[in-house]
């Protein structure tokens, strides 16, 4: 299947893209009957066209949409609790640091595991299984009493998210004929962005309310804890949406699941043409030889364990090709996202916190200041607020920041089939790197709010560019261990800029920002040496 025309924009699209390459073109055909009663042969992508895009695909946007959401909920939570759990955990900035960088280390540890699972067993399962771990380690996390066990349970959770939030484009993406797959995939990265305020925008409602159900010397059921059982439900939904959903038809076609595989196409067809009196053309598929090779030689036919031996080795010897090959490119597009994810992240993450001092600030002082006057003001009187309720104006803000990617994100939906993706690199990287600078400079909450949207707002692009820019950088055989490694890389960077913000952030507020601004100035520098990349994949 030729897939070099990838202009869309999603988090995770070129996952969903490269998965469907490592596969010979004339894999499956099948049957289908005329007008004149003559069998006549039609290839799986020509089956998958005659089922349509329309309602059901629509539907299932909905679903895999509040998948996404779900994981954007769970990434950001603990940042979230942290000011109010602050006095609790006994947490200082450091500790802060390390507790909101539990979901990273989680991801770093379960990205390679679900791609192989998802290899095996298929895409379904993998989402099944990261949304019933992450509301399962979502309800225990709201239940323990120590901050130990707290971050271990954390860790579960981004071990289960990274499943999810990678598999879903996948998994939405074989549902899609290729030409509406890029489009629909940009719909579903709005849905991360979504689950970004609604996270911030719940615990606004929940946290500031300091209710206390139980509040007993060994045991304590607050506010923060009831908001953190809360984030358990949209993943138990997910769970349950999905369970009703069937495995892609293409995976099914894959693994030799013929008759499934037409059922799912057909009844996809029935739904998106619900007052039709035709019926599904396609009578039956049948498995050419590359099939049948396919199937046994990477698939099925072996036992399990060597199944998992066998994907491994293809794994070991795809970073051999890649660090041999592609060394320059795989390089520089891992230096850029992890520059990247160390600023983006480290500001999301840190906005609640950043935000709740100012909130404190402004209760004994009328004038205007800048985040870093005002957090160090914090510390001298961090005494008088040990009790403090968390302010709603701190939740309120990380709600506004995070949505200040939907407009620039839709923006560049549109215009990256017309501009040099690479200049594009140069402007989400450079820009933003400006506004980490002017960000110690404000005059009062409102502009470095402001900041910290625009500031957001350029560095989210950054990585679907990246992704959309794999294409081009590496062929389909190691395509898919490119992206595992980036990604993992960009997961390493923001548990670096999480962590290394919470160190410096009360020895030199400043330099923090300085420090942000130098990453993104690095991987300006790295754009540099990226070829010269194609417009709009032409």
């Known amino acids: 299947m030729d897939n070099h025309h990838v202009d869309g924009v999603g988090r995770f699209s070129m996952l969903a893209q490269g998965a469907l390459d490592e596969v010979p073109s004339d894999i499956n055909v099948g049957v289908r009957k005329s007008g004149k009663n003559d069998d006549s042969p ?215 699941y013929l008759i499934k595989s037409r059922g799912v196409l057909e009844h996809i067809y029935l739904v998106n043409n619900k007052f039709t009196t035709v019926p599904y053309s396609v009578q039956v598929f049948t498995q050419t030889h590359s099939a049948v090779w396919f199937d046994t030689g990477f698939i099925g036919g072996i036992p399990f364990m060597k199944n998992v031996k066998k994907r491994l080795t293809v794994l070991k010897n795809g970073h051999i090709t890649l660090f041999s090959k592609y060394f320059r490119n795989i390089i520089v597009a891992c230096v850029i996202e992890f520059c990247l994810m160390a600023s983006y992240i480290t500001i999301l993450v840190w906005v609640p916190e950043l935000f709740s001092r100012y909130s404190h600030y402004k209760l004994q002082n009328t004038d205007g200041v800048n985040l870093c006057t ?67 400079i404000t005059h009062n909450d409102i502009e470095a709010e402001l900041l910290c949207c625009l500031f957001e707002g350029f560095t989210s692009l950054t990585e679907p560019i990246i992704f959309c820019t794999i294409v081009e950088l590496f062929p389909s055989n190691v395509r898919g261990v490119a992206f595992s490694m980036i990604v993992m890389t960009g997961r390493l960077g923001a548990i670096f800029g999480i962590i290394v913000f919470g160190i410096l952030i009360d020895k030199s507020c400043f330099m923090t920002f300085y420090a942000l601004a130098l990453l993104l100035l690095i991987a300006f520098i790295a754009v540099a040496f990226l070829p010269k990349l194609k417009i709009g994949g032409h």
């Open 42 to 256: 039609v290839t799986f992508e020509e089956a998958q066209n005659e089922s349509g895009t329309g309602i059901y695909q629509i539907v299932l946007l909905v679903v895999c949409g509040l998948v996404n959401m779900s994981c954007a909920i769970s990434t950001t939570a603990v940042s979230i609790i942290s000011p109010a759990a602050e006095v609790e955990f006994d947490l200082n900035s450091t500790t802060k640091g390390i507790l909101n960088g539990a979901p990273f280390l989680g991801m770093v540890l379960g990205a390679y595991f679900w791609g192989i699972f998802g290899d095996l067993k298929g895409r379904r399962p993998v989402i099944l299984g990261s949304m019933g771990m992450d509301a399962f380690f979502t309800i225990l996390s709201s239940l323990v009493q120590h901050v130990e066990l707290f971050f271990i349970l954390r860790v579960g959770n981004g071990f289960a998210i990274i499943g999810a939030t990678c598999m879903v484009y996948v998994y939405f993406g074989e549902f899609l004929t290729p030409s509406k797959r890029d489009s629909y995939l940009l719909f579903l990265e709005l849905f991360w962005a979504l689950g970004m305020m609604v996270g911030p925008g719940l615990a606004m409602v929940i946290i500031p309310s300091d209710i206390h159900l139980i509040a007993s010397e060994y045991f304590k059921f607050n506010a923060w804890r009831i908001f953190i059982l809360l984030t358990s439900i949209p993943s138990l939904i997910s769970f349950i949406l999905i369970y009703q959903y069937p495995e892609t038809p293409r995976f099914l076609m894959f693994r030799g």
């Open 374 to 440: 005002a957090s160090e003001w914090h510390l001298k009187y961090i005494a008088m607020f040990v009790e403090e309720i968390v302010s709603r104006n701190a939740y309120l803000a990380a709600v506004v920041v995070a949505s200040s990617t939907i407009p620039l994100v839709l923006l560049t939906g549109i215009i990256i089939k017309y501009v040099d993706k690479k200049l594009l690199l140069f402007m989400t990287c450079g820009i933003p790197a400006v506004f980490a600078l002017l960000v110690p």
